[in-house]
């Protein structure tokens, strides 16, 4: 045969799928083995969060040849387990990296019109108040929500609240317009909006990011 110069031809990997017996096996309903670490929920980092969220969705059965409906289901089910396993740990980490990391802050502005943050408490609402918010976007669930609209309205803010799953969910087109729009009122009346989430860095931010 003729030279190839010296070089390898290039490797091709080959894929050779299970067994249906194999793939509902129960090793593959089993969390990756680095996920399977004890957590600290005092020092719980944000990665270890969506690796503890990714690895609870694949115990809870997402198995090959499942319908997607089904699968969607249980990851939902799985996601939501995690996330209420992991907020109050998550929300003391944010606490207290708040209290002794002068960068880390509960909330920035973004611009004149925007604040993006962290999960406001009821303590908060008059600290917000002072700073010219006049509408809050909530996107958390009934469990991670820790100030009820009464209290906002008690203060003349307005609360637009949209529930959205945290970890490997996003909000909905829907959604998305609707709080877009909400912003888009308060700012054309020169009125500052809060957009937060747990922690104010998917959730809130996705919102914030299709403003601009």
Known sequence: GGKTGGKNPPQRWQFSPRA????????????PLRSRRAINPA?????????????????????????????RKAKEAAVGAAARA????????????SKVQAEFR????????????AVPFRRDVTRLQKLGVHGVVTLNEPFETLV???VYKSRGIDHLVIPTRDYMFAPSL????????????NASRGRMTYIHCKAGRGRSTTIVLCYL
């Open 20 to 31: 249906p017996e194999e793939a509902s096996s129960s090793e593959d309903l089993r969390p």
């Open 43 to 71: 020092v719980v980092h944000p990665a270890a969060e969506r690796r503890f969220a990714m690895a609870a969705a694949e115990s809870f059965g997402l198995r090959r040849g499942a319908g997607a409906r089904a699968r």
């Open 86 to 97: 992991l907020f109050y740990p998550t929300l003391l980490y944010n606490v207290v990296r």
């Open 106 to 117: 509960w909330w920035d502005e973004v611009d004149q019109f925007i604040l993006l943050g």
């Open 148 to 150: 009820p609209t009464s």
């Open 174 to 185: 829907v959604d998305i317009s609707q709080a877009v729009d909400f912003i888009h009122r």
